[in-house]
């Protein structure tokens, strides 16, 4: 039984330096966060969205959300207004500089993840799909 609890505890362990290491060297390699990618990425598919709607979608805490589409803006990427009927409410919704960003963006993230998965198989790939979805439930199941 110590030798399961110790390999479950480097699992977890290299999950972490995994999470860690992927996203410097995904914004290395594309120039954006996997996080505004992913908001760029939903706002692509809608015409408009609120802004508590978008950060639903991404699981982001609130203030993280603000952040990024704050320096989206900056950049030209994002437009954000207030909702006419209430004013409480900011819509956000992609520019066309945004769009272009998207679309140059996918092949920045194939080159990245054809490489991250180098040398692994595609059953290899569909195994560890399998894994990561079944701790992904039981993370969701577990009372914090």
Known sequence: MTTRCSQEAEILYQLQCLNKVIGTKFEA????SQSRLELLALLFHVDEISQSDLQKKVNLDGAA?????KQLEAKGMVSRR???EDNRIILVRLTDRGRARIE???KEKERFI???LAGVSAEECSMLKNVLSQMQ???DNMKA
């Not at 390699?29 to 954006?32: A, E, K, N, S």
Request: hydrophobic share 25%.
């Open 29 to 32: 390699c594309t120039g954006i």
């Open 82 to 84: 207030r909702k006419p």
């Open 114 to 116: 054809k490489e991250m």
């Open 104 to 106: 140059s963006s996918k």
């Open 65 to 69: 959300v603000t952040r990024h589409l």
């Open 137 to 139: 439930k039981n993370i």
